[in-house]
């Protein structure tokens, strides 16, 4: 196909998606709202339409994950401008050990469910930590939804879903060598070692330049952009400084793009400009977070759950039951008050975008089949729907039982 043919193509998919992506969005994000329920079940109905899996048009599902992931580096960035990063580093103990103790129980129960389906043991390890992991944009909007950014639990929960990357960073580096062992392959536990240790090493360099020198290069470019008096000039500057640190720092670190986007958040949000910054983008991040859950929405394929309905039912009640059960004994064993435990507990209550990525890269090693994936998929969409209805009824019940 000629060029120009391709350029032209590819255009006409980024219209057609922003067209009857945003009518479909708009639409059934509105009846959403007017049935009191979270707009994002209107997103994720919305991307199903326009998916692969339904009847009818077929958005280009490539070029509607790019647009997604330009929402979860706006979404992210955003939130680590207005975090307090002492907040963070006060409650990291608490968000370390609930990280790991409530990644461990999600994939210990979700491998033994799985295991006793008669699915493999590398399938049911990978579908077990894919559960366990839940998605850091939905928490954000949740937390943002329900006015819980800025609250102890805010922080909690923030600090444990960074927690849960780095459990997800080291959990994809293990499977190459998963692969290798089920190839009956010699395991090189010298080289993965030294790539771990590598990766904090270079994490860890790399913060302490960003928020000594980098923050005063950054302040002085951005403080010489804003005196042209150019609204679109700055905020144009605020995305190239942006991208380029989240780009940058996922690459050298290895870690998550939502992870490289939180600390250039918090890197600016150090700066005097951050309450400037934050309102130019704003309307960019809300725009582009929708493409999120719509690309989650055209995943997502029906079949996946009339194959393995009780499989999927077993998983769906460990991820809205058992996890959110885990994380309230966990905050609570360190003497938080209930509604705090609460708060996390149900923010957790869900799974999302590195899932995916854990079941991707396992299919594509040939350790997960199809239909995990698919199941992964389904969990994630059902789970993400509940969950504001969770918080719903939860700031119901708190106003009904507040004192007058």
């Known amino acids: 196909m000629p060029q120009d043919l391709v350029a032209s193509s590819a255009h006409l998919d980024i219209v057609i998606i922003l067209t009857v992506g945003s009518i479909l969005a708009a639409l059934f994000g509105y009846l959403s709202d007017r049935m009191k329920l979270s707009p994002i079940i209107g997103y994720l109905l919305a991307g199903y339409f326009i998916g692969p899996y339904s009847p009818g048009f077929v958005a280009n599902a490539g070029l509607s994950e790019q647009l997604a992931e330009i929402g979860v580096i706006l979404m992210m960035f955003w939130v680590g401008v207005h975090i307090k990063w002492q907040e963070l580093v006060r409650v990291k103990n608490l968000a370390l050990v609930g990280a790991l103790g409530q990644t461990i129980f999600s994939a210990v129960a979700g491998c033994i469910l799985i295991r006793s389906s008669g699915w493999s043991l590398e399938a049911a390890v990978i579908i077990g930590i894919s559960i366990g992991i839940a998605s850091t944009v939905v928490l954000v909007r949740v937390l943002s939804d329900n006015n819980l950014q800025h609250t102890p639990a805010g922080y909690i929960a923030l600090s444990w879903l960074i927690c849960e990357d780095f459990i997800a960073v080291f959990c994809l580096l293990l499977l190459p060598l998963l692969a290798s062992i089920k190839a009956g392959e010699s395991v090189q536990w010298c080289d993965f070692l030294l790539t771990m240790a590598m990766i904090f090493i270079k994490f860890a360099i790399l913060v302490i330049l960003l928020f000594t020198l980098g923050r005063r290069i950054i302040s002085f470019l951005l403080n010489k952009v804003i ?11 605020t995305l190239a400084v942006t991208f380029a640190i989240t780009v940058g720092f996922a690459g050298i670190t290895g870690t998550s793009i939502a992870l490289g986007a939180f600390i250039a958040g918090m890197l600016i949000g150090q700066t005097t400009l951050h309450t400037y910054i934050s309102a130019s983008l704003m309307p960019l991040r809300d ?18 759950i009339a194959d393995n309905f009780l499989l999927f039912l077993a998983l769906l009640a460990l991820i809205l039951i058992g996890k959110p059960i885990a994380a309230w004994l966990i905050v609570r064993w360190w003497r938080r008050p209930k509604q705090v435990a609460l708060s996390v507990a149900l923010a957790l209550a869900q799974i999302g975008e590195f899932s995916f990525i854990l079941a991707e890269e396992a299919a594509r090693l040939n350790l997960l089949p199809d239909a995990g994936y698919d199941l992964i998929i389904a969990c994630a969409l059902v789970s993400l729907a509940i969950n504001p209805v969770l918080f719903k009824l939860m700031n119901n019940y708190n106003k009904k039982t507040q004192p007058a």
Do not use: D, Y
Not at 287 to 304: D, E, Q
């Open 287 to 304: 725009a582009f977070v929708v493409f999120f859950f719509l690309s989650i929405g055209m995943l997502f394929n029906p079949l996946a």
């Open 227 to 237: 005196g042209a008096r150019s609204h679109e000039l700055f905020t144009l500057a």
